[in-house]
């Protein structure tokens, strides 16, 4: 259990939010524990931005990102969701738990989904141990 | 207790200004905090020596010091955009504190050259420490020393020219022969047009009792060196400053040799005679 | 002349070493000797008759250290290493060698290195001799030895039940004053031991005249062939007791300037801002070490900077063999320089 | 010279004079017994020094990304090579046309730290029979049986025989069995996540970034790795865990669909790291999720390029 909330990096592509609130939401009430990457697309998160949310020591990454055939870009996402996935497949096997690392692919009526996915992985990470696999960078300097 | 050779002198910059038109260079005046390192500084400088700039957070980069000691307590560098370490100096403001090792390496043989005509050529950027040789020179106590002076500076367009308001008094002065360049013809521009070993040529300093000293790119200088000994120069008389990739600055890290020379604590100022006996490494 | 020290005692001095040293000493590392740290209760591995993998130079310059810790507003404050007076016990001749060389590149007169010196003041060598070397070993090649003494502060001689002790300083005195000395037949039977290693090891190269060999070949054919097997790996050069090439760089999220080995045989050793690479192939990178060793280093210091460790004859993925490497150029003809 | 080394000489020979290949790459002999070195030879007359045995450590693919996309390279290739070649292809750092492939079936690689943490520094020369190593000293001569010296790699390889080689000298051997390759990986992944972490770390922490098993590797021909670009700047530079667990992470992630598992890089490390652990784990995962094995053909794209709207059951919805 952690005694204070998880550290969560949320890389959000910035056009998965159908919804204006959503995105508005996003943009400015995201609480102070959870860090707002945002991405042109999910297929321009390159593993090292996760590996280096890792070091610097989330607790969770959250990558969100649309659904196949509405990708911006076509298929940004299918190739991102085969690497994210796999990468996240290989930090578990050298310690750093899979269910650290979620994805929530939206759609167009998933108005308001984004709150209530991170609520629910914040909730989950709160019951498992502060993550110190990998976490390299804790305690140094993070603006 | 040793003083620490990788401790930087704390500097804060006086002034900045572009140099150029296209906002490519950008001159960096520093003053230092403390004024004992300006003591210290100014009774080791030597014109045509280096210091290492150092930007803490994003590392340290070597540049030429581009101006003469009588001055003024401040240190002048002319950064080209580069690297994310000249790039970082471009957009510091006055006020800001930056870091400097220096000086460092050996600086031009002002000794050796007494009572010689002086031909200095410079070309782009690389005329900073030409700049503050030039400076140097033109100090009351130090002129009478030195015979005629020659300056042949040569840029791609007039915009590229370093020093602008400086070298353009130049051409007025009576104690120097100032020839400026550029390499392709402009409107309004009344100076030679051409490379600048070209216009060597074109201007033909005589060799007798002449010391020629040029920086600039590798391919300017290598042609310019050629040319200065068609002139009828002798490798001893021709000198040039080379750069290199540099850390410490002071011939411990190992990577700015050329043969068994390290640029930075040899050099960066050889003789064409030296560098004939060296292996070709640059 | 030389004391005893009974092998069923190094454990009992070590520790009471211990108690005003630190004391590092090759232990097991999985499966090679490393250097570590001890209070004499680890198990030592010292009998085995070669080399640490990772050479010592790393007590003295570390792979990575901080030089300096800075603060966003431009100060900064140097962190030079405090640390117990220090023994660095069983150390063999060619890296004690080594680090007499590294001694002659950063304890200069100007700009002496203040982290190199202030480990390299506080620490006390003793080297262990090699009773049988390796057959990549090439230590009596380059002026040193099988039982070299250079920069120990006493060397010991393994004769079965004893270490025979040869003190060679007053610190080396010091911390071997309470043992007895040794009796003529053991001083005879070290020499022996030592001479037999001595004869064990044949002559790798000529090294009379290389400098001016490879000099003169600075454009030979010969570098781009030996490029062509070359990885680009940096083995040979962070596995060499004298390679002492650094980088240095700010660790931003640190806040630190660091300090980390670098070699010659990567392409950003040498690479500027402007991409412009002075040694873009790794025909100019294998030159360069080899140079650096064997001619640069005779410029600078008038020594070869190679121990004959022969580490990087061992390590070497690709079995690039400097030996090899020298001896053709020693059977070039004088005559067909730059060739 | 072994009967299997002199077949591959004329063969080399012919095709060396009969200049259907620019440049021949193979090993010759080097004063280390343990480490043949990587040759090239231009002209049949220099095939004396042609060694062909099995302390070859490297994988010759390699080589073959320094090469223009004209230039006509023969290769001596064991299966994981011939793989490596494969796939080298796919990602068009070579012509296929332009690649003459000697196969030869694999007997496994002896792996030199496996004899050097056994028999010491001191061996002056091995020697190998059908079964045996002989490892001979300056007085002495020990022998091993190879299986115990074998490479990890070798000890779990399923595609010893050269896939598609012009020509292949020498018997095929059987293929491996692929749940016992799988072995090794399934158990490491039944540990829990503590244990993985913990010998993650250890294996990790003692790496000294020689980047030796990059420049092995036939995979990392990129210009400019990941680790040695500054701006910005992806890892640390320092040998920290951060720096060290960085590069062992993304060094493997990169060649997910990608490793054709022969150990190359393991066999370069100075260090004795295991790595193969971390690229098994990808490939296996590649074998059960895209049904992909890399190098199998010169045609196939992997995962990680072939993505499309197949994957669409794929999004956890």
Known sequence: MIDHKPKIILFQCQWCLYSAEDQTWVDTQLPVNIHLVKVPCTGRINTLYVLNAVQGGADGVMI???????????????????????????????????????????????????QRDLAQFEADLTKMPKSEALATRVGGHHD | MVKNPYLPIPMHILRTYYESTDRSLKTLELSFDDPENARAFFAAYNPGQFCVLSVFGKGECALGIANAAWEGDFVRFTAQKMGSVTQTLHEMKAGDPIGMRGPLGNGFPLEDWKHRNLVIIGGGCAFSTLYALTKHLFHPAVRNDYGELKVIYGTRNSGLCMYK?????????????????????????????????????EVAPSPDNAVAIVCGPPIMTKFTLSALTGLGFAPEAIFTSLEKRMKCG???????NIGPKYICKDGPVFSLAELNALPNDI | MSQILPKKNLKQLLSNWAASYEIYAPQQLEKFAHFMPTNGSELLYIDEQHNTRFPPKALFLPQSETLMKYTRFGAAQETIPESKPRIVFGIRPCDAKAVDLLNLMFLTEKDSDPYYQARRKKTALIGIGCNIPCPSCFCTTVESGPFGRQGMDALLTDLEDIYLVRTLTQTGKTLFAEYPEATEAQEAEAKAVQQRSLKLIDPAFETKGLKAKLDSNFEN???????DSCLGCGICTFLCPTCFCFDIADEAQRKERVRNWDTCMFRTYSLEASQHNPRPTRRERTRQRVMHKFSYWLDHVNKIGCTGCGRCVRYCPVGLDIRAMLREFNQLEAEVANG | MTDLESKLTAEIANLLDDKKVDVFIAFKKAESPLHPQP?????????????????????????????????????????????????????KQHARENIFMIGVPCEGLVDWHKLVNRFGEEMIAVDEAKDEIMISYRDRQIRAPRQELLHDSCLRCVHPNPLSADVTIGELKPEGDPTLARTEVAAFSALDNAARHAWFRKEAERCIRCYACREACPMCYCTECFVDHGVPRWTESTVSPAGMRAWHIVRAFHQAGRCVSCGACERACPMDIKMTYLTEKLNEDMRTKYQFECGMDDKTQPPFAAFNLDDKNRFEL
Request: net charge negative; with cysteine.
């Open chain 3, 221 to 227: 054919a010969l570098w781009q062939k030996f490029a």
């Open chain 2, 165 to 201: 308001q400086d070298i353009q008094s130049w051409h007025h002065r009576d104690d120097l022969e100032m020839h400026q360049a550029v390499d392709v013809p402009e409107e309004g521009w009344d100076h030679h047009v051409g490379y600048v070993p070209n216009v060597v040529k």
């Open chain 4, 39 to 91: 040759a090239f030879f231009t002209e049949s007359n220099q095939l004396g020094d042609f060694v062909y045995n099995s302390l070859c450590q490297n994988n010759l693919a390699a080589f073959i990304p320094r090469y223009p996309l004209s230039a006509r390279i023969g290769m001596v290739v064991r299966g994981c090579e011939n793989r490596a070649v494969n796939h080298l292809v796919v990602e």
């Open chain 2, 250 to 256: 002071i011939g411990k890290c190992g990577r700015c």
């Open chain 1, 64 to 114: 969100s990102g649309c659904l196949p055939e509405q990708c911006h870009f076509k298929e940004g996402n299918l190739g991102a969701r085969r690497q994210l996935d796999q990468f996240a497949d290989f930090l578990d096997h050298i310690g750093y738990e899979r269910n650290r690392v979620r994805f929530t692919w939206l759609d167009l009526q998933d108005r308001g989904r984004i």
